[in-house]
Nanobody, 115 residues
Framework: QVQLVESGGGLVQAGGSLTLSCVAS????????IAWYRQVSGKQRELVAS???????NYVASVKGRFTISRDNAKNTVYLQMQSLKPEDTAVYYC?????????WGQGTQVTVAS
């Protein structure tokens, strides 16, 4: 059974940093691609960053240079390091993976950036 558990969210001042973690079970992070999404209430979920099985990364333009996605295969965990946070980064952040053509989502972690 695939399970993703996010943690690391919280309240931070603008300009601050947070690191989110996504611990995976039922998949192997070195094989399955994992992505971070975020969602503001009432808006569509937005892809923020992704890491492929080969380690390639992609970012939405608004976070390039500020966010870094990485993984620790020994811990089966994917991270999202967020720096220079802005109030517009406030959202619930979710990790997602794809296995056997099916998407699996975590429960989300709230990030709030105060101005």
């Amino acid at each position: 059974q695939v399970q993703l558990v996010e943690s690391g969210g919280g309240l931070v001042q603008a300009g601050g940093s947070l690191t989110l973690s996504c611990v995976a079970s039922g998949i192997t992070t070195s094989i399955n691609p994992i992505a971070w999404y975020r969602q503001v209430s009432g808006k569509q979920r937005e892809l923020v960053a992704s890491i492929s099985s080969g380690g390639g990364t992609n970012y939405v333009a608004s976070v390039k240079g500020r966010f870094t996605i990485s993984r620790d295969n020994a811990k089966n965990t994917v991270y999202l390091q967020m720096q220079s946070l802005k109030p517009e980064d406030t959202a619930v952040y979710y990790c997602k993976t794809l296995r056997n053509f099916k998407n699996y989502w975590g429960q989300g972690t709230q990030v709030t950036v105060a101005s």
